[in-house]
């Protein structure tokens, strides 16, 4: 996806340019197909530095060592994010505490660890896919560049993401919002050339049977070529000469 590839490029750019800058890169997952709490829970363990393995406490202690005093009271939130709780301590625990307060003290958790490690070093945080993230991964991102910190939160969504989440952001210290449009129909043209290299001359005809197959996002367009390049698209006469479009293998699409 365009929005997708913009977010890979601006990180592999940032990476050689600004070595010291500490870059966290993750995708939301599909919620259909993805353990509810798998983006947070991710997050949570790799801001925090918090193992793999449930500690005796349910990371009590590594908590009030990250986050000082504020670790103690999100330890249950966060433990409960993770999975660490046993059914009976979650129920326990959903006894004591008002609706949504547990998801909301892990979310205050990963906000402050974000901030702690901003003050240390320069973050990026890229997150693709936004409009499948947890709204408490979201809150985090929010709460964690209120304040001036070195922190910065790049997010790709769908169009939708705004609808969902139409005021996020806006009580960062800065934020602003760029809707990439659809591509022109040169820029469709320019990019089937480019992958149809090395083909010198490829008449508009194959482009424009090429743009009407990959309807959709750019990358249908990258996919179908590298398809039909492996099927024989793209050749060289065995006598030599310059490379050609065999438009036979265009042909064999199926309808």
């Known amino acids: 996806e365009t929005k997708s590839r913009l977010v890979d ?7 050689v340019d600004r070595p010291e800058v500490r870059i966290i890169h993750l995708q939301a997952g599909d919620p259909a197909g993805t353990e509810p709490n ?50 009976e ?12 307060v547990l998801r909301s003290s892990a ?10 490690m901003a003050m240390r070093d320069p973050v990026v945080i890229f997150l693709d896919r936004a409009h499948w993230a947890d709204s408490a991964v979201l809150e985090a991102f929010e709460r964690a560049t209120v304040d001036d910190v070195s922190l910065a939160v790049v ?16 009580r960062a210290q800065s934020h602003c919002e760029v809707m990439l449009a659809p591509l ?4 469709w043209s320019a990019l089937c050339r480019e992958l149809l290299l090395p083909v010198p001359t490829v008449p508009q005809a194959i482009v424009d049977r090429l743009i009407d197959r990959a309807i959709g996002p750019p990358a249908l367009l990258v996919d179908l070529i590298a398809g039909l390049k492996k099927d024989g698209l793209v050749q060289k006469p065995p006598q030599g000469g310059q490379w050609y479009i065999a438009s036979e293998t265009i042909d064999r699409l199926p309808d």
């Open 89 to 100: 301590q979650l129920a326990l625990a959903n006894m004591h505490a008002a609706p949504g």
């Open 107 to 116: 979310s205050a958790a990963l906000a402050e660890g974000l901030r702690v």
């Open 155 to 170: 997010v790709a969504a769908k169009p939708t993401f705004t609808t969902q989440h139409p005021s996020w952001a806006h």
């Open 184 to 187: 022109a129909r040169e820029a």
């Open 38 to 87: 798998a983006l947070l829970s991710q997050l949570l363990k790799m801001v925090l530095d918090l193992p793999d393995v449930v500690p005796d406490d349910l990371g009590r202690s590594l908590l009030m060592h990250r986050l000082g005093a504020q670790g103690e009271v999100v330890a249950t939130g966060v433990a409960a994010a993770l999975g660490w709780l046993s059914p």
């Open 9 to 15: 490029e601006i990180d592999r750019r940032l990476r």
